[in-house]
């Protein structure tokens, strides 16, 4: 149950430009958003740090920008966080088998050696305390640039901020994303938790 129930969208009328933002990315104005909106500064600054973070005009794929939200979100345990990630991640173009392996994507034949060290970079930027070292930035160096490293960091940063939030507020999960979540990593053991209904 919801710590703090969402807000009706038109709670707060001078947010719709942001919210429309998440109706053209995920279809729906996130339940995250309508409880983060008691505080609209706080709420236009997550959707234009999301707007940065996620600009289709990066280096990095949109698809995989949001896998790496999935493994950071997987290291923190939000379940809301990994849902939405599924989600964005279909909705820009990763195959059901990348999604469906996210979990296993160190032995996964549908991720690259180059995915992998992002991956790893995410999970190992993600810990606490960070577990990134030298050797590990220097490999990534390797095969990603400067500019790519800069956008997977904003990523693993912006959910650190969104993991937090949604868990402690035990924001209710909304359905096409849980529904996903659970056809994709239900039998892996993922569930909605206290996100759920």
Not at 79 to 95: I, P, R
Request: hydrophobic share 45%; aromatic share 8%; net charge negative.
């Amino acid at each position: 149950m919801a710590r703090l129930p969402p807000l009706p969208p038109e709670t707060t009328p001078e947010l719709k430009p942001h919210f429309d933002f998440f109706l053209g990315t995920l279809g729906f104005t996130p339940n995250s958003v309508l409880t983060m909106q008691r505080k609209p500064k706080l709420a236009q600054a997550l959707a234009v740090m999301n707007a940065a973070v996620m600009d289709p005009a990066g280096e990095v794929d949109l698809g995989f920008r949001r896998l790496i939200g999935h493994v950071v979100s997987k290291v923190s345990g939000c379940l809301y966080c990994q849902a939405h990630t599924l989600l964005g991640a279909k909705n820009f173009g990763v195959s059901e088998a990348k999604l469906a392996d996210v979990w296993t994507y160190a032995t996964s034949p549908h991720y690259s050696d180059k995915e992998r060290l992002a991956l790893d970079f995410a999970l190992a930027a993600a810990a606490q305390p960070n577990a990134v070292t030298d050797e590990q930035f220097a490999e990534l160096q390797r095969h990603w640039s400067d500019g790519e490293i800069v956008e997977l960091l904003g990523v693993v940063a912006m959910f650190a901020f969104l993991n937090r939030w949604n868990d402690t507020m035990a924001t209710p999960l909304e359905a096409v994303p849980e529904q996903l979540a659970v056809q994709t990593l239900g039998g892996q053991g993922w569930s909605a938790g206290k996100h759920g209904s």
